[in-house]
């Protein structure tokens, strides 16, 4: 029986922090899951080292499911983003193994392409209007078909989605987070004045998004989408902090904005009363924070049944392993929705070798077999980790808001 042989944790910083999980079998074959907790990397690396690693040797690689249960069953401590982003990082890895060892590409193993390709959103940003429109115009210039539009705020110095010295979606920073204000009137008065501006400029053949970030109360996200409601947004993405899930069903009861959330569940527990309820139009749960393809797949069944649509999230926090294994299950679920990608900064390319490609904004995984993307470890090394934090916000009185 072929069983696993090894199992190892690599930590590299081409640009940014990522935590990869190499998996190897007795007959040689190598799968890899990416196991990255933007600002708290080492707290999964750990769980991998010294808690799953050791009880993954000997094990059949071709028990996807079985090892996935007795990693989230056999710790009894359920849940949670560490475990389920080294849960995720496991079950990834064994797909890309058993992809290999088929010799096929991890879409065909779900099923097969049940599109030709992945419809995909660029990231467009600004610090003033005339900005956003050039940024909104070198994206659809560039073929995307999708477009998520963020600026910044007059009057609030740093805004979420408005990068910094134009490292395109670097949000995290060494030393102790950077503090950014946070204006909720300025925010709602601003953005639907820049919606309209882009849609005068470009017109609505595109889809158009907005990431809101977690930063508003219920009814404050209900005013934002009735007054979005005339821009026809694709979505508007994490309106208020979502721990508190009843209060999407007052949003929903005013505005016909679709809503998307799910970029921090973990697992379809989280997931469930939204979907069931139909408190939501698209679940953003991703591979590698919600347990895997395996997990991950579950929750997109359920939302089927639904009518709900999946948008994953794909930061580029999100490693070029999690990036390409979400793109193998947008291509092979029946209820896509959206795929979220932000371009992964140079020089990440020294160390992750894809095979996806971008065309006319749609995206495919390739058909290498597994999930398509080597890890240099020769490169990796020559990038030590860099211990980094996202920023918090806090309000003109000092007290902490959501970031
Ligand atoms: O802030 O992944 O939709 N994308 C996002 C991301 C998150 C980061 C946090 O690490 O909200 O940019
Ligand atoms: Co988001």
């Known amino acids: 029986m072929t069983t696993i042989s090894d199992a190892k944790v690599l930590i590299t910083c081409p640009g940014r922090n990522y935590v990869t999980l190499k998996i190897t079998t007795s007959d040689g074959v190598t799968g890899i899951g990416d196991a990255t907790l ?64 088929a ?3 991890v879409y ?43 600026a910044a705020v007059p009057g609030v110095e740093r805004v979420y989605g408005v990068p ?6 670097e949000q995290a920073g060494g030393g102790r987070p950077s503090v950014e204000g946070w204006d909720t009137g300025r925010y709602l008065n ?21 990431d809101v970030h ?7 996200a209900a005013h934002l989408g009735k007054s979005l409601e005339l821009f026809r947004m694709f979505w508007i993405e994490d309106p208020t902090p979502a721990e508190d899930q009843e209060a999407f069903r007052l949003i929903r009861q005013h505005t016909t904005t679709p809503l998307a959330v799910g970029e921090v569940f973990n697992s379809i527990w989280d997931c469930q009363y939204l979907i069931t309820e139909r408190l939501i139009d698209y679940i953003r749960t991703s591979v590698s924070h919600a347990g895997g393809i395996s997990h991950l797949r579950k929750i997109l069944s359920l939302a089927e049944l639904y009518g709900v649509r999946s948008g994953a999230h794909g930061a580029g926090d999100l490693s ?36 996806w490609t971008f065309e006319d904004g749609l995206m495919h995984p ?38």
């Not at 003033?128 to 539009?149: H, N």
């Not at 003109?396 to 959501?402: E, L, R, T």
């Open 38 to 101: 933007n600002g708290r990397e080492l707290s999964v690396a750990s769980y991998l080292r010294d808690h799953v690693c050791p009880l993954l040797l000997g094990k059949d690689p071709s028990c996807i499911e079985r090892i996935w249960q007795y990693l989230y069953k056999g710790a009894y401590w359920r849940r949670g983003p560490v475990t389920m982003t080294a849960i995720a990082a496991v079950d990834v890895a064994l797909w890309d193994i058993k992809g290999k060892q």
């Open 103 to 105: 010799g096929l590409p």
């Open 108 to 150: 065909q193993l779900l099923g097969g392409a049940v599109r030709d390709g992945v419809t995909v959103y660029g990231q467009a940003s600004g610090e003033d209007i005339p900005q956003l429109l050039d940024d909104v115009g070198r994206i659809l210039d560039r073929g995307f078909r999708a477009v998520r539009a963020q």
């Open 164 to 169: 910094d010295g134009g490292r395109t979606g």
């Open 190 to 210: 601003w953005v639907p004045r820049y919606m309209a501006t882009v849609r005068q400029e470009f017109g609505h053949g595109f889809h158009l998004l907005h």
């Open 214 to 220: 977690h930063r508003l109360t219920p009814i404050e």
């Open 320 to 355: 070029p392993v999690s990036f390409a294994a979400a793109l193998h299950v947008d291509l092979s679920v029946q209820n896509f929705g959206m795929q979220e990608y932000m371009e992964h900064l140079p020089p990440y390319q020294d160390v992750f070798k894809t095979t």
């Open 366 to 403: 390739g058909d290498a077999p597994g999930i398509g993307v080597e890890y240099d470890e020769e490169a990796a090394a020559r990038f030590a980790y860099d211990p980094k934090y996202l920023p918090v916000n806090t309000l003109a009185d000092g007290s902490v808001h959501d970031w």
